[in-house]
């Protein structure tokens, strides 16, 4: 099997916002690309708003299982803003399933005096040319 790569999106968005293109080419880089819609997302079991039926652990919790219904003992995470912070809790509760984390668009989510600098020029320029069709 290919080096797995388990992708998990932020809060309220599908797996589809994973673009086809870009797990595609992933998938042809030698990956074998997991992608999913974790709880109140997509096509997963959703609840009455402000009435999950789950604890914040849960979701965390779903990704170590999503890994293991694939029979994969670890792979290489990536998580977008709130999938980045379940990406984390997943590092650090199930630290043997995790080879390597890649984090984008999270940060703290903390009231804090700091101020995040935006993006450079630098990775931008590259950013548009990965991501272009």
Known sequence: ??????????????????????????AEGGRFVIRYDHRDTGRSVTYEP?????????PVGDAARVLDAYEIPASHVVGVSAGGALAQLLALHYPGCVLALVLISTSSAVPGNRELPAPTEEF??????VLAP
Request: one cysteine or more; a negative charge.
């Open 50 to 58: 402000g009435r999950p039926g789950y604890t914040g652990a849960d």
């Open 124 to 129: 931008i320029v590259p950013v548009r040319h």
């Open 1 to 26: 099997m290919d080096p797995p790569i388990l992708l998990i999106m932020g809060t309220g968005a599908s797996m589809l916002w994973w673009e086809e293109g870009f797990c595609r080419m992933l």
